[in-house]
């Protein structure tokens, strides 16, 4: 029991999924004498369900995938199909025996009908009910607990990643390999001779003031909350989505060149200007957009994309502007940032 509660104090006490995740899986792998265990982070990716290792302790030894290292989606569901039948029939456990006799258990994390992560743990012999039954205690608080690290990263309105947490995404990104490359029986995305970059883009909606002084601020939430889905149907899986404050919201595309970068980006920006919005009626967007370089800075990277909104703001708005384009025209000078300085 005092090593329950010392576990269960110990899980409690992080701010940060990935020191969560080890937390469960020592306090599993101890109580529950596995041999194993994994922490399963579940995706789906143009209509495939990968699985992919996010944390994993054997025989007393924490190691945790490195992003850095692995950028795959992982292994396609096909090869845990006790785990692809439990998630198709939303099953709270899998149970399966390998070929040398041990036993696996599965326990997805539920969140509605969805479950993104899943544990795994690997036993010499059968699980007891007892067993089981303190396993699944763990589950519940760690699926708890991971809802309350989920919320304090997220807007509330929108329900996009808010500014707290983009440092840390953009430092995932700048050193994480390009995943949708990779994905097996897929197609490489690469273009000959084309450079791929990470690209970091800042929207805003045009004339929104206008939007809430006419119609109110119950529909310019609306607004907001409707710009937020197109930008999450229009970027990929393994983009990352914003919302900064206000009517601003900030995109980090992960590895692509800058002629598809422009292309997402104006397709996003025609989404929302043909996308008819309750009431309000035609809405649009003016995006500033730049590559990002581990040389620079967050806020440095920041300022040069908001260079280029206002840029876009200034002269017509409803369009994309490129940092470096403007630059190379002429169009922008160069600012000597401050680092510490807040731009936003
Ligand atoms: N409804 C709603 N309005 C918000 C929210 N956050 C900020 N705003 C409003 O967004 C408006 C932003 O206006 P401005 O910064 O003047 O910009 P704009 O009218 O969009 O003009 P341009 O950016 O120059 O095209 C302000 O009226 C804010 O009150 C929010 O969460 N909900």
Same mark, same amino acid.
């Given at each position: ?61 924490? !190691? ?8 795959? %989606?992982?292994?396609?569901?096909? /090869?845990? +199909? ?5 998630? #198709? ?8 025996? =390998? +070929? ?14 969805? !479950? ?63 995943? $949708?490359?990779?994905?097996? $029986?897929? %197609? ?32 310019? #939430? ?23 404050? $206000? ?13 598809? !970068? ?15 919005? +309750?009431?309000? =009626? ?11 370089? !581990? ?12 260079? /280029? ?10 369009? /994309? ?19 510490? /300085?807040?731009?936003?």
């Amino acid at each position: 029991m005092d090593s329950l509660l010392r576990h269960m104090v110990d899980m409690t006490g992080h701010r940060d999924h990935t020191m969560l995740d080890i937390s469960v899986i020592s306090a599993v792998q101890e109580l529950s004498g596995a041999l194993q265990t994994r922490v399963l982070a579940i995706a789906s990716v143009c209509g495939q369900r990968f699985v992919r290792p996010r944390a994993c302790i054997r025989a007393g030894g924490v !190691a945790c995938p490195d992003e850095a290292q692995d950028g795959s %989606p992982g292994e396609p569901i096909t /090869a845990f +199909p006790e785990l692809a039948h439990c998630l #198709d029939h939303h099953d709270s456990r899998a149970e399966g025996k =390998g +070929p040398d006799g041990l036993r696996v258990l599965w326990l997805p994390i539920w969140f509605g009908d969805k !479950a993104a992560t899943c544990l795994e743990i690997t036993h010499h012999g059968e699980f007891t009910g007892d067993t089981i039954h303190m396993i699944s205690g763990i589950v519940s608080v760690y699926r708890n607990f991971q809802n309350l690290l989920d919320y304090s990263e997220r807007d509330s309105l929108t329900g996009l990643l808010n500014r707290k947490t983009f440092d840390d995404q953009l430092a995932r990104m700048l050193h994480a390999p390009d995943a $949708g490359s990779l994905v097996p $029986g897929l %197609p490489e995305r690469r273009h000959h001779g084309a450079e791929e970059k990470q690209w970091l883009a800042v929207v805003d909606v045009d004339h929104f003031k206008g939007v809430n002084d006419r119609f109110g601020h119950l529909y310019g #939430d609306e607004v907001l909350i409707l710009v937020a889905n197109l930008l999450q149907s229009s970027f990929r899986a393994q983009d990352r989505v914003f919302r900064f404050g $206000g009517e601003e919201f900030v995109v980090l595309l992960r590895s692509t060149t800058l002629d598809n !970068a422009r292309k997402i980006i104006d397709r996003f920006r025609l989404d929302v200007e043909t996308h008819e919005f +309750p009431q309000v =009626g035609r809405v649009t967007v003016s995006v500033g957009f730049t590559s990002i370089r !581990a040389a620079d800075s967050p806020v440095v990277t920041l300022g040069h994309a908001d260079q /280029a909104l206002y840029f876009a703001k200034a002269n017509g708005r409803n369009r /994309a502007c490129y940092y470096e384009e403007l630059l190379a025209n002429g169009l922008l000078q160069t600012i000597a940032t401050n680092d510490t /300085a807040e731009f936003f």
